[in-house]
């Protein structure tokens, strides 16, 4: 059985850093291409990053691109987002999932962990 555990989250004020991290078990994760995805209430689930299987190339939204990291440590399962200058538009709760191309995108092949909530606010 596939699981993702987020973690990390938490209120920061603006301009501050946190480091999300996500520890995935029942899939052999080196194999594997990753996305962190965010949501806010109301909205659909967007993604943010995405890493190739060995970590050598990532890509990023728009809206996080500069201030956001993507990497991951495939000898401990786990991938992770650095983000840096967050905004108050970052707030939302963060997930990972692994992902297959899907056209000129990707799609998540797993349920979702509970994901972790990133709260950016003065």
């Known amino acids: 059985q596939v699981q993702f555990v987020e973690s990390g989250g938490g209120l920061v004020q603006p301009g501050a850093s946190l480091r999300l991290s996500c520890a995935a078990s029942g899939l052999t994760f080196s194999t594997w291409v990753m996305n962190w995805y965010r949501q806010t209430p109301g909205n659909q689930r967007e993604p943010v990053a995405t890493?190739?299987?060995?970590?050598?190339?990532?890509n990023y939204a728009d809206s996080v691109k500069g201030r956001f990291t993507i990497s991951r440590d495939n000898t401990r399962d786990t991938v992770y987002l650095q983000m840096n200058s967050l905004q108050p538009e970052d707030t939302a709760v963060y997930y990972c999932n692994a992902v297959e191309k899907y056209g000129l995108n990707y799609r998540p092949v797993s349920s979702w962990g509970q994901g972790t909530q990133v709260t950016v606010s003065s």
């Open positions: 890493i190739s299987s060995l970590g050598s190339r990532s």
